[in-house]
């Protein structure tokens, strides 16, 4: 059974970095698409950046130049380093992984204070 864990999220000022992780377990082949989504308050959730196994990246237009997507296959591990954090990131962080089928992480709050 596949199993998205994220770490990494938390509290910090504007203008700052958080690095989220997103280890998958129960995988034998390997996954198509590693991606970061996010949700704010009232909003619909909407996709951060996405890498595909080969490390073709995609990225939202509002976190170009500021956030990186990286993965580490060996370990079907994930990363999104965000750095120049703004107030209007703040968002629970959801990590997706396209495998058999899309499997969800259980979230992670990244909290931005002005």
């Known amino acids: 059974q596949v199993h998205l864990v994220e770490s990494g999220g938390g509290l910090v000022q504007a203008g700052g970095s958080l690095r989220l992780s997103c280890a998958a377990s129960?995988?034998?082949?390997?996954?198509?698409?590693m991606g970061w989504y996010r949700q704010a308050p009232g909003k619909q959730r909407e996709l951060v950046a996405d890498?595909?196994?080969?490390?073709?990246?995609n990225y939202a237009d509002s976190v170009k130049g500021r956030f990186t997507i990286s993965r580490d296959n060996a370990k079907n591990t994930v990363y999104l380093q965000m750095n120049s954090l703004k107030p209007e990131d703040t968002a629970v962080y959801y990590c997706?992984?396209?495998?058999?089928?899309?499997?969800w992480g259980q979230g992670t709050q990244v909290t931005v204070s002005s």
């Open positions: 997706i992984a396209s495998y058999t089928r899309d499997y």
């Open positions: 890498i595909t196994s080969g490390g073709s990246t």
């Open positions: 129960g995988i034998i082949f390997s996954i198509n698409i």
